[in-house]
């Protein structure tokens, strides 16, 4: 039983909180799986979502122009595609997590970014703490590439206080 071998976990900008629909049709779906990989190609029909997302205020300003520079090359398109396709292997059961978590079994600790654009800070952590309750959550004043320089820094200042 490898829950036995496991007593800590990390979750850095968690995804998967909740799966968005977008998300399990462009990863899970065969139409959605073509449809992206014609995106790699193509861009300009991610850039007209983009843009018609951007108009009418369902996503903002900040988050339309990290999608932008995500997609600004084939290379990065692909690694998107790529990295997406895989993610969906790694995003965990957040309900067996907690049973875990509440049973004392497993230690839960999660790292947010405040300012993410693309992991909504709030609703991810309004999810956080319902299916997670007794997890340890870090909140620094960072967006999504927790990972970067700058959030490293951040995190080191977090322990250093």
């Not at 600790?109 to 340890?136: E, H, M, N, S, V």
């Not at 951040?154 to 322990?159: G, P, V």
């Amino acid at each position: 039983n490898n829950t036995d071998k496991v007593n800590e976990i990390w979750l850095i900008a968690p995804d998967g909180l909740p799966v968005s629909k977008a998300y399990k049709f462009l990863t899970r779906s065969w139409f959605g799986k073509k449809l992206f990989q014609h995106f790699v190609g193509s861009p300009s029909v991610a850039n007209l979502l983009i843009a018609i997302g951007e108009k009418s205020k369902l996503i903002t300003v900040k988050a339309a122009k990290f999608y932008r520079h995500e997609i600004s090359n084939v290379s990065m398109r692909q690694q998107l595609f790529d990295t997406w396709v895989s993610y969906q292997e790694a995003i965990p059961n957040y309900k067996v997590l907690g049973a875990l978590n509440d049973k004392g079994k497993l230690a839960i600790t999660c790292i947010l970014g405040k300012q993410d654009a693309i992991i909504k800070f709030r609703r991810t952590r309004k999810f956080l703490r319902k299916f997670l309750p007794d997890a340890q959550i870090i909140e620094l004043e960072i967006g999504h590439n927790i990972l970067s320089d700058k959030g490293v820094k951040k995190l080191f200042e977090y322990w250093k206080a």
